[in-house]
């Protein structure tokens, strides 16, 4: 699978989520200069509070930055484009 086959579902500033395949979900979140998207892992319950957690206040971001710490599954970067299905994690 590559970033491109990547569903967004839900959205917010700079920021998505949603699946990849059926069973995958996908934070999705634009970096750089040209905005390249880069996708973390999240669970089905973090999905569901995307509303919630996503507008959290620029001095309490306790799980965004949780989430964007995790591994990068994979991005629009030159060699990060195919799903490394090898840091997908049972959460």
């Not at 634009?30 to 509303?51: N, R, V």
Request: proline fraction near 2%; aromatic fraction near 14%.
């Amino acid at each position: 699978m590559r970033y491109t086959d990547y569903t967004r579902l839900k959205t917010g500033r700079y920021q998505s989520v949603g699946t990849f395949g059926d069973d995958i979900y996908a934070y999705e979140v634009l970096t750089g200069i040209a905005d390249t998207p880069e996708y973390h892992q999240i669970s089905k319950e973090e999905f569901g509070s995307f509303e919630t957690w996503s507008q959290e206040y620029m001095t309490d971001l306790k799980k965004v930055y949780e989430i964007i710490n995790r591994p990068v599954i994979c991005s629009g970067y030159l060699g990060r484009a195919e799903l490394n299905t090898l840091l997908l994690r049972d959460i």
